[in-house]
């Protein structure tokens, strides 16, 4: 199993990003989607999440600015974020979860949100 996620980048306070993450080499059925973050010198934290029903659920730190969704014929999860704070800087990292629970991580994607 491959993720890929990209979308990153540098973005203003305000502003806003849109995060991709496509698993590819996939041999099941994804469930849960997962997207995850971690500052510098923090643990790393869940963002938000998107159940194999197609529910999200997203952290309140986010909630109301940010958005997850997924595309079933991509095996591929999103993550919107809008009016982006200098807080949400990180390195942000999605995740996917089979059936049976195991978990695969794709590489980490930087966001920097300038002041």
């Known amino acids: 199993v491959q993720l890929q996620a990209s979308g990153g980048g540098l973005a203003q306070a305000g502003g806003s990003l849109r995060l991709s993450c496509v698993a590819s080499r996939t041999s099941f059925q994804i469930n849960d989607m997962n997207w995850y973050r971690q500052a510098p010198g923090k643990q790393r934290e869940l963002v938000a999440t998107?159940?194999?029903?197609?529910?999200?659920i997203t952290a309140d730190s986010v909630k109301g600015r940010f958005t997850i969704s997924r595309d079933n014929a991509k095996n591929t999860v999103y993550l919107q974020m809008n009016s982006l704070k200098a807080e949400d800087t990180a390195v942000y990292y999605c995740?996917?979860?089979?059936?049976?629970?195991?978990?695969?991580w794709g590489q980490g994607t930087q966001v920097t949100v300038s002041s």
């Open positions: 998107i159940t194999g029903g197609g529910i999200p």
């Open positions: 995740n996917v979860q089979n059936l049976q629970g195991r978990v695969y």
